[in-house]
């Protein structure tokens, strides 16, 4: 699948499609599972509930929003490739989410365990979508604007978006 054209999502999304790197795509995608799945598991357990500053969200919760969010993607991509055009897909609240999920009694193995699940759903999806319907694109509103976004872009962003967690862990909480 390739890489999605500018025109094909909110200039947004641009900051987690740009962490991806060239290459195939399902490669990429399997990779980015392995790297995320390793360190998650790497993390020392006295920092899985660590905040590094007042209101910002733990390690076991951000893998948690991560999870949620790919989630919500998933349904995004298969309203594109599947070309329902009633469809307006809606902003999701990603503080809303996190308010309301408690990973307290959830072990960062449990939350691992979830994400592999869900990215297991993801990757047979998209290593089954043919290329023709990876550049469809359902009508999206974002932060009051409104795009187009197909489902190869969300198919991109999923990997760039848990890059880009990644690293904010890196730098603010290690």
């Known amino acids: 699948m390739q890489k999605p054209k500018a ?17 195939e795509y399902m490669d990429i995608l399997r990779a980015n599972t392995r790297i995320a799945a390793e360190f998650f598991k790497s993390l020392p357990e006295e920092k899985h509930d660590h905040r590094y ?3 910002k969200w733990s390690p076991k919760e951000i893998l948690l929003h991560l999870i949620d969010t790919e989630k919500v993607m998933n349904y995004r ?10 469809i307006v897909l809606p902003n999701m609240d990603e503080n809303l989410y996190a308010e309301n999920a408690w990973v307290g009694n ?3 193995e449990n939350l691992i365990n979830e994400f592999l699940a869900v990215r297991r759903v993801t ?7 043919k290329e023709e319907d990876s550049a469809y694109t359902a009508a999206s509103e974002f932060n009051g604007v409104q795009s187009r976004i197909s489902a190869r ?13 990644i690293k904010t862990i ?5």
């Not at 991509?77 to 009633?86: C, F, H, I, S």
Request: charged share 30%; hydrophobic share 40%.
């Open 123 to 129: 990757e047979i999806f998209f290593e089954n979508l």
């Open 153 to 165: 872009a969300i198919g991109y962003l999923i990997p760039g978006h848990v890059t880009h967690h």
């Open 170 to 174: 890196e730098e603010r909480y290690l």
């Open 106 to 108: 959830r072990s960062m």
């Open 53 to 55: 500053a007042a209101g």
């Open 77 to 86: 991509a298969l309203v594109a490739a599947r070309r329902d055009e009633k």
């Open 7 to 23: 025109e094909e999502y909110n200039p947004y999304f641009d900051r987690y499609i740009k962490l991806v790197p060239e290459g």
